[in-house]
């Protein structure tokens, strides 16, 4: 009788809960779970993607060197030390593939992507967590965490789902403090939504062993088309590349990340409303008692007085149409994520939390 065994990690992987799309029984749900951009894509990504249609019986590049060279020149990158990837999922998937193996150690932290766990065990490493203070990366308890095995730190700049950030001069320190065998991977899906943060780039130049990912997904409202980007030392790049499939870009999926950074009247856009409607909605919800820290993000982490009125408030806004992020999971159980949406759903928010407070009270 034959065993099939799959490699050892592989069954301790909890699946990825995606955020909820739909509520039974309830229509016009506004969906606020996903950190998705509420304006959509740009209308260029939009006409790229149909103007892509006549050619699929076309393979795509494997070098995606006309999207590297878009995304270089937007953030005046050098283009050869860029990788690209089926969402910056699959770039921090070459990365532990590539780098941690059986034995290894892969830390994260307290509040960090469910993803980073995943992908350490699918590379038959061991995760580590390590906590966070106030919702806030600590760079001294990473520090502590750090052993002859630790092969990867992941750290997430601005976080999620905490919406807070770290500054430059901690990402220094623990650049300069890990092993040099030791890889920091700054995750920067969230940087655009930060005025004057290069996301880690300047640090990648400083340090080798550093990378920094972003992604398509968020403030270019791309999630669907699965695109996402590294930027790290060319030697890294290189490695990257060997684990990388060939065709893992469809000529779609380029085209509409290559239209969408090259729109930077609609980046402008999606960056101020979101500015905008971030902060009105953290105070509106401050003055009804539910705080949240200060977001660098497209999202809010609204904070309520224990785990039950959070549960309380996630069902009362469904039945209201609203679907929000429960964060129990990511050890914040008193919390509900918010995604930002347009001016008509942060009001409706507010009205819903408001209401439910007052029926509570
Ligand atoms: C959304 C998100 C990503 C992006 O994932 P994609 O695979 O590019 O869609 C990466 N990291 C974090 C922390 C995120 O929230």
Not at 96 to 108: L, N, T
Not at 268 to 278: D, K, Y
Not at 329 to 335: E, F
Request: with cysteine.
């Amino acid at each position: 009788m034959t065993k099939i065994t799959p490699q050892p990690g592989i069954m301790d992987i909890a699946l990825y809960q995606g955020g909820q799309s739909h509520v039974a029984g309830v229509e016009h749900v506004i969906k606020l779970s996903s950190n998705e951009n509420p304006f959509g894509p740009s209308p260029k990504a939009i006409e790229a993607v149909r103007d892509s249609a006549a050619t699929l019986h076309r393979y795509p590049s494997t070098d995606h060197a006309s999207l590297r060279a878009a995304i270089g020149e937007r953030h005046a990158l050098d283009p050869a030390r860029i990788i690209c990837g089926v969402g910056s999922d699959e770039v921090l998937q070459f990365i532990a593939q590539a780098y941690a193996g059986v034995g290894d150690e892969v830390i994260y932290t307290e509040h960090g992507f469910s993803m980073y766990p995943i992908i350490a065990r699918m590379a038959g490493a061991t995760p580590v967590m390590v906590s966070e203070r106030d919702r806030r990366v600590d760079v001294d308890n990473i520090l502590a965490a750090v052993t002859e095995q630790t092969r990867i730190v992941f750290v997430t700049n601005p976080g999620n789902p905490t919406s807070t950030m770290i500054p430059e001069v901690d990402l220094v320190r623990l650049a300069e403090a890990l092993p040099q065998s030791c890889l920091m991977v700054i995750d920067g899906a969230y940087t655009e939504f930060v005025n004057g943060f290069d996301g880690g780039a300047s640090l990648v130049d400083r340090f080798e062993n550093v990378i920094m990912t972003r992604t398509f997904s968020k403030i270019y409202g791309l999630g669907g088309m699965r695109v996402g980007w590294g930027y790290a030392a060319q030697s890294i790049i290189d490695v990257l590349n060997r684990v990388r499939q060939p065709f893992n870009l469809s000529l779609t999926a380029l085209a509409a990340a290559e239209a969408a950074v090259r729109d930077d009247d609609y980046l402008t856009f999606c960056h101020g409303e979101n500015a905008r409607l971030r902060v009105w909605l953290s105070e509106e919800l401050a003055k009804i008692d539910v705080p949240s820290d200060a977001s660098c993000t497209n999202f809010i982490l609204a904070r309520f007085a224990d785990q039950a009125e959070a549960e309380a408030c996630d069902v009362y806004l469904k039945t209201q149409g609203l679907i929000v992020r429960r964060v129990a999971g990511y050890n914040l159980p008193n919390a509900l994520r918010i995604t930002v949406g347009d001016e008509e759903a942060c009001r409706r928010v507010v009205a819903a939390i408001t209401a439910f407070k007052g029926g509570a009270a």
